[in-house]
């Protein structure tokens, strides 16, 4: 068996002592094993995950419930705390890392009997879009081990694209989930801002960050959804849900109106892309979906309007690495002042670094409202203006990205190239809404994302239309 | 935009508390001028009447009881990490 069955029917089994826990971890180690050349993972917690499944194998003989997620593994980006193992960030800030507490997200995925079985290569505090940036090493595409798997959660995309497990998590704070599983071929679901709780995941840019699955199928992503989401007081940004589940999904086409964006197909978009992405519009109509162009005129603004919120923020949230409480510390600096300097100088790579001060300048007074408020504002206009444009759509399309995976290397020497990659993903970010990028074929044997979102609140309905959409193909 | 000088860019490392290496201040004083120059773009929009959105999902001063609560983590296990401590507390370098 190269792939897994879904993750429901996996938990089912292990319910009804048909799978056991142990045989679903030691399968996900042995494949993580035999991938190693992909350098996916940055840590195996293989005594600590055995050791879960045996308990809960044997919770099952005493005829116990266990949830949801029963025995079922997964590998989540290094930036979520985890109480086994460390928490590096992939940054050599946080290299001698243990969490004294654990995320939010990995409690209620262990609480229905979910199992970490690694965590996964990032960009050093998930700023990328490659996983280049990783402070340790780079992570390869699964199809083509010359290329990025995009980022910034590219170990958990390759993770999943290499059945490594049938899931793992990532954070999406301009595109991160969406655009590693559109380069890697595999689901990554961005859900409406504020519905899974942060708390406990390595904070990069607070107004935009989302935590959200990768997955083989629409199905699973809704599954994990469902029992990640909801209020939680250690977060105070989450929203509430309905007492709906989120994975009962009624796909349905016929009827929907869905708008194409059409400055998502400018020239600088890939022909092979433009092709399978085409395809995919064509699909959709034909299964009775109302498909019709829209324009955002200011979405060309959103990656500017990005590179001002990220930062600013960025160097807020890394204001916290001190070198005085936990992680890299200067053991040679003499002063308090050098403590500070030098363990930020020596624990934060360049892309921190960029971050940190491009933050510093836009929030410094004088330049504040020239650059910071501003970005803020034309956020406002980008965010009526798909206000505007879901009033009269259920949803809008386009691709994830205007390329397929790039050569490891080629957008390195060049910051700017590198944000440039984000130019589709981030307008759901600075916006709050959801959005999914589904594999939608390929293009010179590389994969290809479709990417698909919907208004704040609509998760629901978008996973649906996700999962009718993977039905087509 | 001209490049950042010198001194602007060890101004923003110093806001930053980093000690920068010759290499890269240089380095910066070209790379954080062209993030700069990309995001000039914004000058020109017209965002007469608009607010800035800092939030996105309309929430306000979030509250709850201030009272103390069981935590995950225990005291001994949040200072496991630091590089000095003394009496249960974090041991600093010297200020002056």
Redesign the interface.
Known sequence: MDSWPAIDDMAAGVQKAELRAVDLVKRSLEKIDKSKEYDALISINKEGALERAEAIDKRVAKGEKIGKLAGVPFIAKDNFLTLSGKTTAASNMLK???A???ATAINKLEAEGAICVAKANLDAFAHGSSTENSDFFVTKNPHDKTRVPGGSSGGSAAAVALSMVPFALGTDTGGSIRLPAAFSGVVGYKP???LVSRSGVVAMAS?TDVIGPLSRTVDDAALILEVMSGPD?LD??T?SRDKKPYNDLLPQIRGQKVGIIKEYFDEGLEPGVRQVVDDAIKKLKSAGADVSEVSLP?LP?AL??Y??ICPAEV?SNL?RY??????H?A?E??????????A??QG?G?EA??R???G??VL?SGYYD??Y?????????I??EFEAAFLKYDFLVGPTSPTTAFKIGEKTSD??KM?LVDIMTVAAN???VPAISIPAGMSDNLPVGFQIIGP?NSDRKLLAMAKAFEGLK | MSKLSRDA?LK??D???????AE?IE??RE??S???D??E???K?D?KG????????G?KN?M?EDKPRD????PV??L????AIEKNQ?K?????
């Open positions: 001698p890392f243990e004294p507490y654990q409406t801002y504020g107004s007081e105070s940004t929203i200011s603004l500017a309007v590179y001002i160097s204001a001190d070198g005085q409480r936990y992680g510390f053991k600096a003499r002063t308090l002042q050098d403590s500070y300097k030098l930020r100088e934060f360049l670094k960029r940190i001060m491009i510093a300048h410094s020239a650059y408020k501003k970005a803020q504002t034309v956020r406002t206009k965010i009526k910051p700017l944000y600075i916006s709050g704040q | 860019v923003l490392a806001l930053s508390r980093l000690k920068l290496t890269e380095r910066f790379e954080l062209a993030i700069l990309f995001v773009m914004l000058d929009v965002v608009l607010e800035p959105t800092y939030q996105v999902t929430l979030v709850r935590y995950q983590a225990k296990d949040l496991k990490g630091a590089p974090f600093v370098k010297r200020v002056l």
